[in-house]
């Protein structure tokens, strides 16, 4: 996750991946890298952000190097490549193999508190790149269930959601949590290596070409037969580095919610969850309620939660976009404390099996070349404001997650339209 | 020329090749104006400007007097012609100047494709001397040697043409299109499958992490 969007959120970002691998080739004793392969947009980045291309700074050369775009030849002794995209779908426009779907997970926790009632809590939408806000009455509709499987005051609550109908103490104890589980970007991501015939080569021979006379169609014609393979003989010799930077968003972070009452939504949720060949649009916020013992609440989870959580199975998660490792989650297990038990048991049974997703997920490789998205079952913590009655902000806790921070114009960034300028370029004195 | 003006001239005026249209006009680049295009009876050298040398040993075709609905392509240039297979090779492997079969992974020849390629790497990491006590073996140095396989795949291509399109500018300069499209669609398919072959190999980070269980990282830093 640390890569996740990196590009985005660090100035300098490629200087700093690009020496990052050469250390880590050196620790791998493999020759020094030589070329990045690389989507011409990310090449934006050493070429045409404004540190580069101010006059005040850089004089004539920065308007040149605005005006040339992101083509560079080389950099920081690499040989720059831009992919090539190809079209490998019937009716689909070409596209790249280095850039993919990606679906990560975030959470919202809204504890008991007996002033809830007085609170809007909002979250972004990154589709209109605004902040939404909903209220305890819209909680208690966004989580009720069929067939009053929460406990009876509990399900009381949701239908009834009146501040003057129950005491603060019931108040006081009803928690929420909102998970926005498909939130879809396109990432792209480079390839760094050392090219050459150390690494691999593209095999070739056996060609033939051989001219022929179709008398049936009046034509003449040449057929070009050829053996080829493309070998990497030497994986020690390049890194890939996936969803290094966003691209473009696709879904799951708006404010349509799963309604747990009606069948439709949950199949369509279920149908389109479960559909990783297409980009997501589907609802975003799967909302539940719980009615935890405030003695045995524990008021701080840990960030990621394992969301969907089988909790008669040991918990364990694949990580790394190429799968790199196997970790055992059993530490952010949330849901199988006794106190959300039953409650959460009636939730995961009307979700899409993300277990299943999560653990026949190809790696980042193969779902490029098969143009699926992989999904993972931890979430980490979004970011949420909540406002008092007054509309002032009251907290506002910031997204630790993949995307980092929400806020306003984050969107078009997120859409690979730009990157996070941290501050005006200064005028300095150069020796 | 017209047949109607020779009619009453002598004999010996009207054996003259393309003085009579009593005799076939062989040699008439018109054909008598009946042609719809430009086409005209090839000669070797055109043939052998397409072609290649093979069209040296192209025959006299006992039927090349009669009126033709279409041009055949003479016997001798047919099946594989490997001054042709030369001229796209060389398109291909010299002429595109693709990075990705030249600084990548660059085109290497080999002569057994339907053979299995196999290679292997050998590993002979680097590592710390061990203290030896007096008069005991010293530690052996490890090395490792994994071996791989795969195949080459056949792949083909082919293009259309019109017959005899040597003799007019269009058909030149279709066969010229034509052919540029057939290295460019080889090249991009070499491209690909370049691309393919970076993003599937084996990830050597991943077996050093499957190698050394830990790098000293909770589970909270390894989800990050």
């Given amino acids: 996750m640390d890569l996740f969007g990196f590009l985005q959120k660090n100035q300098n970002a490629l200087d700093i991946l690009i020496e990052e691998v050469k250390y880590r080739f050196k620790q791998w004793m493999a020759p020094s890298p030589s070329f990045m392969l690389t989507n011409c947009k990310l090449t934006f980045a050493l070429q045409m952000t404004p540190e580069r291309t101010s006059y005040v700074l850089h004089g004539p050369d920065g308007v040149k190097r605005l005006k040339q775009g992101p083509e560079i030849s080389s950099y920081r002794g690499l040989n720059i490549i831009h992919t090539r995209s190809f079209r490998l779908e019937t009716g689909q426009s070409a596209r790249d193999l280095l850039r993919r779907r990606v679906r990560v997970a975030e959470y919202y926790r809204i504890l008991p508190s007996v002033t809830n009632f007085n609170k809007q809590f909002e979250l972004y939408n990154e589709g209109r790149d605004g902040w939404f806000s909903l209220s305890m009455a819209d909680l208690c509709k966004m989580a009720r269930v069929p067939g009053g499987g929460l406990t009876a005051r509990l399900q009381r609550f949701l239908d009834t959601p009146n501040q003057a109908t129950f005491d603060a103490q019931i108040i006081g104890q009803i928690e929420f949590v909102i998970v926005r589980p498909n939130i879809e970007h396109n990432m792209l991501g480079v390839i760094i290596g050392s090219g050459g015939g150390d690494t691999g080569n593209t095999l070739w021979g056996q060609t033939e070409l051989a001219v022929y006379d179709d008398s049936m169609h009046g034509v003449w014609g040449m057929s070009y037969k050829y053996h080829s393979r493309a070998i990497v003989y030497e994986c020690k010799n390049l890194i890939r580095l996936w969803d290094i930077a966003y691209d473009s968003y696709n879904g799951g972070k708006d404010d349509k919610w799963v309604n747990w009452e009606d069948d439709d939504s949950v199949n369509k949720f279920k149908e389109d969850t479960m559909d990783v060949t297409q980009p997501y649009r589907g609802d975003s916020m799967m909302v539940m309620a719980f009615r935890p013992d405030a003695n045995e609440l524990n008021r701080n989870w840990p960030s990621p939660i394992v969301f969907y959580d089988d909790i008669n199975q040991p918990a364990r998660a694949l990580v790394g976009a190429d799968n790199t490792e196997k970790l055992d989650c059993e530490q952010f297990r949330v849901f199988d404390a006794v106190v959300y038990g039953p409650a959460y048991q009636i939730y995961y049974n009307l979700m899409p099996n993300f277990h299943e997703l999560h653990y026949t997920r190809k790696d980042a490789g193969n779902s490029a070349h098969e143009n699926e998205t992989t999904s993972d079952v931890l979430a980490f913590e979004g970011s949420m404001r909540i406002k008092n009655e007054a509309g002032q902000i009251i907290r506002e806790i910031e997204g630790s997650g993949h995307h980092g921070k929400d806020f306003t114009g984050v969107a078009s960034v997120r859409a690979g339209k730009g990157y996070k300028i941290t501050g005006v370029p200064q005028a300095i004195r150069q020796a | ?224």
């Fill in chain 2, 1 to 224: 020329m017209s047949g109607l003006a020779n009619v009453g001239m002598p004999h010996n005026l009207r054996e003259q090749p393309g003085s009579s249209s009593y005799i076939p006009n062989f040699l008439s680049d018109n054909g008598g104006d009946t042609y719809t295009t430009a086409a005209t009876q090839p000669t070797i050298q055109d043939y052998e400007n397409v072609f290649g040398p093979s069209a040296r040993n192209i025959k006299d075709d006992p039927q090349r007097f009669k009126r033709h609905n279409r041009w055949h392509l003479p016997d001798f240039l047919k099946g594989a012609n490997p001054w042709l297979t030369d001229k796209v090779d060389g398109l291909i492997t010299d002429a595109t100047n693709s990075p990705f079969t030249s600084v990548i992974l660059p085109y290497r020849y080999f002569d057994n494709p339907d053979g299995k390629i196999k290679w292997n790497v050998h590993s002979f990491d680097e590592s710390m001397a061990s203290r030896v006590p007096y008069e005991s073996a010293a530690r052996t140095l490890t090395q490792s040697k994994k071996s791989y396989a795969g195949y080459a795949v056949r792949q083909g291509l082919a293009i259309t043409l019109e017959h005899n399109f040597m003799m007019s500018p269009k058909g030149r300069e279709n066969f010229n299109n034509q052919l540029r499209q057939l290295v460019g669609s080889i090249q991009y398919t070499n491209d690909f499958d370049v691309h393919v072959a970076l993003i599937l190999a084996p990830s050597y980070e991943k077996e050093q992490r499957e190698k050394y269980i830990s790098e000293g990282k909770s589970s909270e830093q390894v989800c990050r």
